[in-house]
């Protein structure tokens, strides 16, 4: 299967500061990225969608200004977490789809475990 | 809105025996499904999905799933579990005939398979 990667696996700051993150898929185009937020022993909840050379669509409840994304190019997306504060510490996973129809599967990165002190 | 059930949040399974992990979906047109696995510290990997056709689908690593419309169900089975398959795992819907074009996740099932 098509493969996504996330940079970095893991990431602890202090509250104040700014942390990105990065997705890139690897061995394919992705149209469309998608970032998720997962809490220990619960499900993924969808942040946001973005789509490349265009502003993200948010979910309800995400806050666009704190959680900044951006979906530079057809292979990579970024997640930027400003002004961390210990509550936004969390497993970031992002996924993108392969190929543009809404049929096509969404392959998932790593993750990313922020820990914010 | 869609939504998608998984009722067990733990099944515990020997090794050699068959597995089923169950899921069931709420959808207000065709739905698409999907399942994913999740080891540890993980993203999620992708097993297999239902878009149309045959009701049995054949996946990764020995698994299939039977989508029912029926009974709106995705139960997801393995005829011979491996101690390697306990892990997470997701079902999820994506549903075509409304504005809702994201995946939406069960609550996951913890599948724990003893040697």
């Known amino acids: 299967g098509a493969v996504v990667s996330q940079h970095p696996s893991w990431v602890i700051c202090k509250s104040g500061t700014s942390v990105k993150i990065e997705c890139r898929s690897l061995d394919f185009q992705a149209t469309t990225m998608f970032w998720y937020r997962q809490f220990p022993k619960q499900s993924l909840m969808l942040m946001a969608t973005?789509?490349?050379?265009?502003?993200?669509?948010?979910e309800q409840g995400v806050e666009k200004d704190k959680f900044l994304i951006n979906h530079a190019s057809l292979t990579l997306s970024t997640l930027t977490v400003t002004s961390a504060h210990p509550e936004d510490s969390s497993f970031y996973i992002c996924s993108a789809r392969e190929g543009v129809r809404e049929t096509d599967t969404q392959y998932f990165g790593p993750g990313t475990r922020l820990t914010v002190l | 809105a869609q939504s998608v059930a998984q009722p067990e949040d733990q099944v515990n399974v020997a090794e050699g025996n068959p597995l089923t992990v169950k899921c069931t979906y709420s959808?207000?047109?065709?739905?698409?499904l999907f399942w994913y696995v999740q080891y540890p510290n993980r993203g999620l990997q992708f097993l297999l999905k239902?878009?149309?056709?045959?009701?049995l689908v054949k996946g990764s690593y020995g698994f299939e799933a039977e989508f029912n419309k029926s009974q709106t169900s995705f139960h997801l089975k393995k005829p011979s579990a491996l101690v390697s398959d306990s892990a997470l795992y997701f079902c999820a819907v994506r549903d075509f005939s409304g504005s809702a074009r994201q995946l939406t996740f069960g609550s996951g099932t913890q599948l724990t398979v003893l040697p």
């Open positions: 973005s789509n490349e050379g265009s502003k993200a669509t948010y």
């Open positions: 239902y878009i149309t056709g045959d009701n």
């Open positions: 959808v207000s047109g065709n739905p698409y």
